[in-house]
């Protein structure tokens, strides 16, 4: 093994590390970026290991690392999961349902690459979406907490000195890809009785 292959070697662990932590941005660290694409073959290697694949979007400027889904492990011996699943509740799926929906309009609009919303717009996609009633004010009284809870998922973040202002994350396309977009406006129907049984109920 030549001096490179050893640097090789001795950079993933340096790698892994933050992935396993969770998401590693470009625009964090763009030196830790460059051995990412240089060692990206060997770094999928290493974290197959593990029972896990390596998420890459050069474009976007992200990576992370998630279980294998089912048909992925189809022929091989399922591992232990490593990085648990977290169920979401209805609010917060709606919510990234909602922005995900936004990013793609914003997207397709062309211009600005960074899709900024306000608090005030965010709670404005639920407002419109959601049927009236005293559901509609309980959920909407909630956004803090659930845009909060997003923040915490990494799919948003706050502006630096602006409380109430808030960047959407290119990562929530990975997570909520174009096949299921392109059902969003069944989901959303789904939602809608969830929400009108909802209302009813109380």
Do not use: C, H
Request: charged residues 30%; without cysteine; proline residues 4%.
């Amino acid at each position: 093994m030549d001096s490179m292959e050893v640097a090789a070697a001795d950079d993933l662990p340096t790698l892994v590390i933050p992935l396993l932590k969770g998401v590693l941005y470009q625009e964090n660290d763009a030196a830790l970026w460059n051995v990412l694409l240089k060692l990206q073959a060997r770094l999928r290697d290493y974290v197959a290991v593990l029972g896990l694949v390596l998420v890459l979007d050069e474009a976007e400027g992200y990576a992370f690392l998630r279980s294998p889904t089912d048909s992925e492990e189809e022929s091989t011996t399922p591992l232990p999961r490593l990085i648990a699943r977290r169920p979401l509740s209805f609010p917060v799926s709606l919510m990234l349902a909602l922005l995900r929906k936004k990013l793609a309009e914003f997207d397709a609009g062309g211009g600005e690459t960074r899709l900024i919303l306000s608090r005030d717009e965010i709670a404005e996609l639920i407002r419109v979406f959601l049927p009236s009633g005293s559901n509609e004010t309980r959920l909407i009284d909630q956004v803090d907490t659930q845009i909060n809870r997003i923040i915490e998922l990494g799919f948003i973040r706050r502006l630096r000195g602006q409380e109430q202002i808030y960047e959407v994350r290119r990562i929530l396309k990975a997570f909520v890809d174009a096949q299921w977009l392109s059902d969003l406006a069944s989901r959303l129907a789904e939602y809608r009785a969830q929400l009108t049984g909802t209302t009813e109920d109380e």
